[in-house]
């Protein structure tokens, strides 16, 4: 009797700890690395069979602050233009480093409309490649982004953690545009095109320690705590340079470090579906996973945004009109599966 007693305490106080942990890693507390995020009531993470990753989902910390404007003039490499740090921080006039990279912005991309709709191109930036903690938004089909538009506008296209500002900013922005304002985003971002490899897909069995350092972006702690770390079941995508990323220039480049084996592992699953364990990916969005028709382009984005989309999918938050045609293929995908899938992805040329 005393012994059951003894090993039902022991059971209860190492549930407790398993319990601490899964909430510790969905809220991305491990190693003080992230901060809390607050979880869409509506995902099932019971559904998904593991909790959101921190490093898929990055939180500002709890004590950020953006550093304060001094007046100082900013500079990025190859551009003659200035902005300062609150010009750069303007919702309704995104910096414009290189004009030259893109075409005349419409009002939509380029002011938005006060107060709520923030200018599309302030997220996504002028030329609509977008970042880590958002999604690319140029050369998409048009009857997909129509009905991205649509599903966040009706609700049926949420995060797993909502209330992270790139995604209620997005919500946002976007519920009050009329179709006009819309159209008109979605013919200067089908004029954009992503054509060159921003992401530099890598294996390594050790990564730079990181941390959220604003802009909900993680990148490799310099100073107090610098070193390396396992990579362990992660992924870690950081800027080339975190600081002229914050600053918005869009032709920094990103470098996504994934365990070693995944870039295969993910080739096969998406090119031949594992054996029944997924659907091959090629059938629907092509060989080359440049999309067909209205079947979005997957290849070259974002690791970790490309993975959020398929945890968004599994868990249910993501249940827009399309979304049933991704059911099954998430199904069944382990963390594991997922960060092989979107290593080889993203490891593909856009
Ligand atoms: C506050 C930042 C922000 C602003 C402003 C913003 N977006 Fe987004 N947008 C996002 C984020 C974050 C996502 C990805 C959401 C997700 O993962 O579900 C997104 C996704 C999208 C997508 C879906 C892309 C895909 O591949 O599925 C479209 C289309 C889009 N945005 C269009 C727009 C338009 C048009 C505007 C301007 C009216 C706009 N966005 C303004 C942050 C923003
Ligand atoms: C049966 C056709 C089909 C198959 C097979 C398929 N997809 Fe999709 N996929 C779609 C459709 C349709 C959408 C748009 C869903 C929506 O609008 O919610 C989509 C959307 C996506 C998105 C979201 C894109 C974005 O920009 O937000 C990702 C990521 C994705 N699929 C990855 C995959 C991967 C990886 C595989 C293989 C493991 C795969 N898909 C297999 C049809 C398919």
């Known amino acids: 009797m005393k012994n059951l007693g003894r090993s039902a305490i022991v059971i209860a106080v190492a549930l407790v700890a398993m319990a601490a942990i899964v909430a510790a890693q969905a809220v991305g507390q491990v190693n003080g690395i992230s901060g809390p995020a607050k979880l869409n009531p509506k995902a099932n993470i019971s559904a998904a069979g593991f909790p959101p990753p921190y490093w898929a989902y ?110 209620s900013g997005m919500v946002a922005a976007i519920m009050p545009t009329t179709d006009a304002e819309v159209k008109q985003a979605y013919d200067y971002f089908a004029k954009t095109k992503l054509t060159q490899q921003r992401y530099t897909v890598t294996e390594s069995a050790t990564v730079p320690k990181t941390r959220v350092q604003g802009s909900w972006v993680l990148a490799p702690i310099h100073g107090d705590g610098e070193g390396m770390e396992p990579i362990g079941q992660r992924i870690i995508e950081v800027p080339n340079d975190p600081v002229l990323t914050t600053l918005r220039d869009w032709r920094i480049g990103f470098t996504t470090y994934v365990p070693p084996g995944s870039i295969k592992k993910g080739e096969a699953l998406v090119t031949t579906g594992g054996n029944g364990k997924t659907v091959q990916c090629t059938i629907c969005h092509g060989n080359d996973l440049r999309g067909i028709g209205p079947v979005p382009p997957i290849a070259g984005r974002s690791a970790i945004s490309t993975f959020r989309q398929l945890y968004d999918f599994k868990d249910g938050a993501r249940h827009g009109a399309w979304s049933q045609m991704m059911q099954p293929v998430v199904k069944n995908l382990t963390l594991d599966d997922m960060i092989a899938i979107v290593a080889y992805t993203s490891s593909k040329l856009p």
């Open 58 to 167: 990055p939180v500002n910390l709890p004590d950020y602050a953006a550093p304060p404007d001094k007046g100082e003039k900013m500079r990025v490499p190859n551009s003659n233009v200035t902005y300062t740090l609150t010009q750069i921080r303007d919702f309704f006039s995104p910096p414009d480093w290189h004009p030259g990279d893109h075409p005349a912005m419409p009002s939509i991309v380029g002011q938005g409309r006060k107060p709520q709709v923030w200018a599309c191109g302030y997220c996504h930036l002028p030329v609509g490649w977008g970042k880590p903690e958002n999604a690319n938004v140029a050369g998409l089909p048009e009857a997909y982004f129509m009905q991205q538009v649509a599903d966040f506008k009706n609700g049926s296209r949420r995060g797993t953690v909502p209330d992270i500002l790139p995604h």
